[in-house]
């Protein structure tokens, strides 16, 4: 089924154009709208914890990317300044995830 809505279409374009910019700035603006405290509810302890429980979820989403990045060879990128690939990769984790790179850096 392909999708004809073309205010997403230009959305997801404008998106893909400009992803370098837009999201390294919206991680600055959390951090401008609520910057990190240092305890977590007031106790150093539960602020030590809550830091290697949010080592593991990162070293686990870079775990996702790196077993998806030696998966299989995909080609893609950009053509005319749109998204382009060669074909659809259905097999192996992207048979449960339709993106798990993008999973991989939302972990």
Known sequence: MIYKNKNIINLGNFLFKHRNYIFPLAIV????????????????????????????ICITGLAIRASVIGFAYIKRGG???K?????????GIFAICRNPLYVGNVI
């Open 83 to 91: 998204v382009y690939a060669d074909n659809l990769v259905q097999t």
């Open 29 to 56: 603006l959390l951090f401008l709208i609520q910057p990190p405290r240092n305890t977590f509810f007031g106790n150093h302890k539960a602020e030590i914890v809550k830091d290697w429980i949010a080592v593991i």
């Open 79 to 81: 053509v005319n300044k």
